[in-house]
C-alpha cells in the first residue's frame, strides 16, 4: 500500500511499513538511553537498508520534537474512500493539517486527481504553497 498526499497539481506517494509501539515506549527509551532504533522491527531496518540515502546510518537516528499530533479518519459523501485527516501542532503554535488516503500502487495517479478534483469541489483549495508534514517537521526543527 501507498500513501496519496494530494497536493493542487500534484500529488506525492509514501510507502509504509509501521509498527505500533506502546503509549510511553519512545520515552521510555530515550530516558534508558537506548538506541532509538532498538524501537524499529527488522523488516523496517532492512527497508532502511534498501533506500536510505547514501551515508544514513541507523544508529545516528534522532528525536525531534514536540509535536502533538491530532489524527482521524472521514469518508466524505461522494468520494467513496476514506481520508486521513491529520494536524500537527508545534511548540509555536503553527499548524500542519493534511488529507491523505491509502489505494494501490498502481491506482495512486487515478486517486490523487479524483480525490484532487473532489477537494476543490468542497472547496478545500489551499491558499499558500503546500508541503508534506515532513518537509514541515524537518524545516521546523532545523533539519535538511
Not at 49 to 65: Q, S
Not at 114 to 137: D, I, M, W, Y
Request: proline share 6%.
Amino acid at each position: 500500500m501507498v500513501d496519496v498526499d494530494a497536493l493542487p497539481g500534484n500529488y506525492v506517494c509514501s510507502g509504509t511499513l509501521q509498527r505500533r509501539l506502546g503509549d510511553r515506549e519512545v520515552d521510555q527509551t530515550i530516558a534508558a538511553g537506548r538506541p532509538l532504533h532498538t524501537l524499529l522491527s527488522r523488516r523496517q531496518l532492512r527497508m532502511l537498508a534498501m533506500y536510505a540515502p547514501t551515508g544514513f546510518r541507523v544508529k545516528d537516528l534522532v528525536t525531534l520534537g514536540p509535536v502533538d499530533v491530532r489524527r482521524g479518519r472521514y469518508v466524505a459523501d461522494g468520494l467513496k474512500r476514506a481520508l486521513t485527516v491529520e494536524r500537527w501542532l508545534f511548540p509555536d503554535g503553527s499548524t500542519v493539517y493534511e488529507l491523505s488516503t491509502r489505494c494501490e500502487t498502481k491506482d495512486a495517479p487515478a486517486v490523487a486527481a479524483r480525490t484532487s478534483a473532489f477537494l476543490r469541489a468542497h472547496g478545500v483549495v489551499p491558499t499558500e504553497p503546500q508541503h508534506t508534514k515532513t518537509r514541515a517537521t524537518l524545516r521546523y526543527f532545523g533539519q535538511p
